[in-house]
């Protein structure tokens, strides 16, 4: 088996290199996150495309239902936006003297607007005020945490992407010299010394993405199709 790897420095860069790999007639292009998957998507409406983190796949519409996806988009998921309320709820928790909370976000990650829906609609029945500081670059992070402090934030919610993730040290970093409480999406980042996170275990999502690409390889492509029991029991074999 031979593994071709792609790797962007900016999110522009990566339908450019999806395409890359469509023209280099790959048989699956495994896309981890909403993001990656947005560019793959863009490019191939026929190549199998897996994912193994993504956020939303059915709230943002790669894939029709997580039953039945449809299309050639297919994976599993870390359900972000039906964790983010409740990531902003472990938070006011931790810390109840918060009435003022930022929510650091991507704007070039397609799963997050239906997550900011979700912690909205958390700060309301929590009674707390929401400042949105958006940061799409390594660059933006500090004057992030900058204008979280001079809003006096009390506390912020980190909602995870790819950037928060790879930025870990950096963010725990800004967190401790602003002194700010924070929560993220990913354990990663409690381990370079953020306070806390509350989301799936990704490791466990990485290894059984493997299986469905596995599946794909070996020929279980999705079909829609459902063999009735009565015609498998006249198959001479059937191969799983």
């Known amino acids: 088996m031979v593994i071709e790897w792609r790797w962007a420095e900016k999110v522009d860069q990566l339908p450019e290199l999806a395409a890359d790999l469509v023209r280099m ?31 939303d796949p059915v709230g ?18 870390m359900l972000l936006t039906d964790l983010a309320a409740k990531e902003l709820e472990i938070l006011k928790e931790a810390v109840p003297q918060a009435t003022r909370i930022g929510v650091l976000w991507n704007p070039t990650t397609p799963s997050h607007p239906p997550a900011l829906k979700a912690v909205e609609v958390g700060a309301e029945k929590l009674r707390v005020q929401l400042l949105m500081v958006p940061a799409a670059a390594i660059e933006d992070f500090a004057v992030v945490f900058s204008t979280m402090t001079r809003e006096r934030i009390d506390a912020f ?11 870990r ?24 010394g953020g306070l806390m996170s509350y989301a799936a275990d990704l490791n466990d999502l990485y290894r059984r993405a493997a299986i469905y690409i596995d599946k794909i390889l070996k020929g279980a492509k999705t079909l829609g199709l459902e063999v009735p029991a009565t015609l498998l029991a006249r198959a001479d074999e059937v191969i799983e």
Not at 60 to 77: E, F
Not at 172 to 179: C, D, N, T
């Open 25 to 55: 007639k790959v048989n699956i292009i495994f896309a981890p996150s909403s993001t990656f998957v947005e560019a793959a998507r863009q490019v191939t409406t026929t190549l199998p495309i897996v994912f193994a983190v993504h956020a």
């Open 60 to 77: 943002i519409g790669h894939v029709v239902s997580l039953p039945r996806p449809g299309g050639n988009i297919t994976g599993l998921t």
């Open 157 to 167: 919610l980190v909602v995870a992407s790819p950037i928060t993730v790879a930025q």
């Open 169 to 192: 040290t950096l963010l725990a970093e800004l967190a401790v010299k602003h002194q700010l409480p924070g929560m993220f999406g990913v354990k990663d980042n409690v381990k370079a």
